[in-house]
């Protein structure tokens, strides 16, 4: 059973902290100014929730939150491998540091999460990036404190890298960027092996918390005021497995919906093969669980389904869908779809649009598909041209557009219950909320609803975000 990480392995990052902290605070006696840190997170949320920690750990080290890159005096890009895409912007923004470094050798580079549990990416990093301070794996993040002492004191350039993961990091600090949004990881790793996917191996194997630790953090969000809580992992429906308690997802699911408060609990992601009735119940029953589902299709012809191992048919996908929306008959669905599978025929492609079409997903994120070294679909015949899968992306996401138009026209003159999460991005005057179904509602009201549940009715529907007003009002 893999244990949480070792008590002398933290209280050494304990000991890195504390020596940080000094040098800092020192150095802040003098100057009169905090050195700024800034974590720049790419990806998915368990990379999210991954950089939640890394910044506790730097609150703690005594670094004050950097404004931006500029400012920054150390910074760690937090990176995804998932597509070529990703990588690129991160080499290029590592790129772009060399000129900072050279001018100033006190500023600090570091680089973690999923591109770094590559051993080609690493080794690329280390010869040709000279400005790069310190690497750290997925499984070794909880070392930044380590890591940092080391590059403030003048040590070698590091790379702190494990093939699998070792340890759950239970008992690091956290700083969460909002106070009303939180995640929280209940399993890392998936033994899926989806043959484009390359998280199996940069995650490893599945791994699940205990619940108890769990439990106690969402009850700890929920005092300290967080309302939406979202539950992580690849594939949480395989929560549980190797775990001391023995509870199934839903099983977690009913302790963490016992909580008091009010708050909304939501989770991703579903892999189709593993959601069950008895989760669709769970939800359906659950006082706090959103009837919200993310349950990634991937695409609509069972030949590519089968190709790329996920092991479910386009009918077994229909049926889960209907299951749960029987149950829940205001269930917002969304799902993943990527377009130009090796060997995807125009006809496969048209069977996903009709999907996409007949399903009515209320939003859907489109990938172009891409080739992932170390994966099974690296190698496959019938690659397409990067002219070909945008195409077809660009079909795709020109069909969803419409599909999502017409689902939010649905909630148009309904009263819905919304979270306001922060003032609204380019309207001040406009509240950012938050539907159950996790869609985005702009209302007029003032900054003292933030973290509130408020009543609306929405007014305004379009492709991407409703627009509402307060009930009453
Ligand atoms: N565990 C989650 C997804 C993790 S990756 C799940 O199974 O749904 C998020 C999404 O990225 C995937 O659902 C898939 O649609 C997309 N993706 C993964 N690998 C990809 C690749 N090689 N090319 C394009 N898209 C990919
Ligand atoms: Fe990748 Fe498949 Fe695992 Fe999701 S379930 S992380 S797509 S291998
Ligand atoms: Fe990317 Fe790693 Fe998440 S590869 S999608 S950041 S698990």
Partial sequence: MIKPIDGAALEAQRRSIKQVRSLLDAEYAASGRRRTALIE?????????????????????????????????????????????AELKVFGNVGALKARKAKNPRFVL????????????????????????????????????EAVLSALTGGARQAFIESETSAIPEGLPVRRESPVRAWVTVMYGCNNFCSYCVVPYTRGREVSREAEPIVEEVRGLVEQGYRDITLLGQNVNSYGRGTAGGLDFSDLLARLDAIEGDFWLRFMTSHPKDATPKLFETMAK???????????????????????????????YRELVAQ???LMPDLTLSSDIIVGFPGETEAQFEDTLALVREIGFDSLF????????????????????????????????????????????????????????????EQDSLLQCRTEGGKLCYIPGPHSLIGQFVTARVTQAKTFVLYGELAGS
């Fill in 41 to 85: 997170t790419y990806g998915c949320q368990q990379n999210e929730a991954d950089s939640d920690r890394m910044r506790g750990m730097l609150e703690q080290m005594g670094f004050a939150p950097a404004a931006d890159r500029q400012q920054a005096d150390l910074i760690v890009f937090n990176t995804c491998a998932v597509r070529e895409h």
């Fill in 110 to 145: 570091g680089i973690a999460g999923c591109m770094m549990q590559q051993p080609h990416r690493v080794e690329e990093m280390l010869k040709k990036y000279p400005q790069v301070d310190f690497i750290l794996g997925t499984g070794t993040f909880f070392r930044l404190p």
């Fill in 324 to 326: 749960a929306r029987s």
């Fill in 286 to 316: 659950g006082r706090h669980i959103a009837h919200q589902l993310h349950l990634p299709v991937q695409c609509g012809s069972d030949e590519v389904l089968h190709e790329m191992n996920r092991r479910y048919t386009v009918a077994q």
């Fill in 366 to 425: 489109t990938f172009a598909f891409s080739r992932r070294k170390g994966t099974r679909a690296y190698d496959m015949k019938g690659q397409l041209s990067t002219a070909e899968k945008k195409e077809r992306l660009a079909r795709l996401m020109q069909a969803q557009q419409e599909v999502s138009l017409r689902r939010n026209r649905l909630l148009l003159g309904k009263e819905l219950r919304l979270l306001v999460e922060a003032p609204g991005r």
